[in-house]
């Protein structure tokens, strides 16, 4: 089996985005290619690989083993809703209930790589905590949910050395 690589992984978040019923939009890249989308169909999740990944080296068997540091992004728009839920601070718009439902949405995809649920990470293991952390008033003060730090391992099974000539 190959290395898996970092689109293989990109692809499987798209694939699940599809898979799951409230999610309406993918991307990929930099918080600033987020920012310059034009987001139409909220939630969204964005999958930002800006962060550093690392070859994890063993004295047994060197450099066998990748971790992918990556960030999930999941987002949905807030909208007025005057006395919604009656709740001071929150109560005029949606806020409460879109921070709600995009933890739950940010769960749906740890547990779904975690229990591999799914049959498309048998190959990846999510390894250490997870931190998930709240934003607000982004994207022209509207949108808010989690992002979600995670390390995903795999395997470095590529043996074959390309030679390096000069």
């Not at 690392?54 to 004295?59: G, H």
């Not at 066998?64 to 540091?69: D, G, P, T």
């Not at 809703?81 to 921070?99: F, S």
């Not at 779904?112 to 008033?137: A, C, H, K, Q, R």
Request: hydrophobic share 35%.
């Amino acid at each position: 089996m190959a290395t898996v690589k970092i689109n293989d992984i990109v692809k499987r978040f798209k694939t699940l985005s599809e898979l799951h019923p409230s999610i309406n939009n993918f991307g990929c890249g930099q918080l600033d290619d987020l920012d310059n989308q034009d987001v139409v169909n909220y939630p969204y999740l964005w999958v930002l690989l800006d962060n550093p990944h690392n070859l994890i080296y063993s004295e047994d068997n060197g450099y066998r083993a990748i971790e992918f540091n990556i960030v999930l992004r999941i987002g949905d728009k807030k909208s007025l809703q005057t006395g919604y839920e009656n709740i001071g601070g929150i109560g005029k718009d949606n806020q409460l209930d879109a921070t709600s439902n995009t933890f739950q949405y940010m769960l749906d995809f740890i547990n779904t790589i975690s229990e591999d649920s799914l049959d498309m990470f048998g190959d990846v293991s999510l390894i250490d905590d997870v931190s998930i952390e709240p934003f607000f008033n982004e994207g022209g003060g509207d949108d808010l949910g989690y992002e979600a730090s995670i390390t995903l391992r795999v395997k470095n099974d590529k043996v074959c050395i390309n030679p390096l000539t000069v």
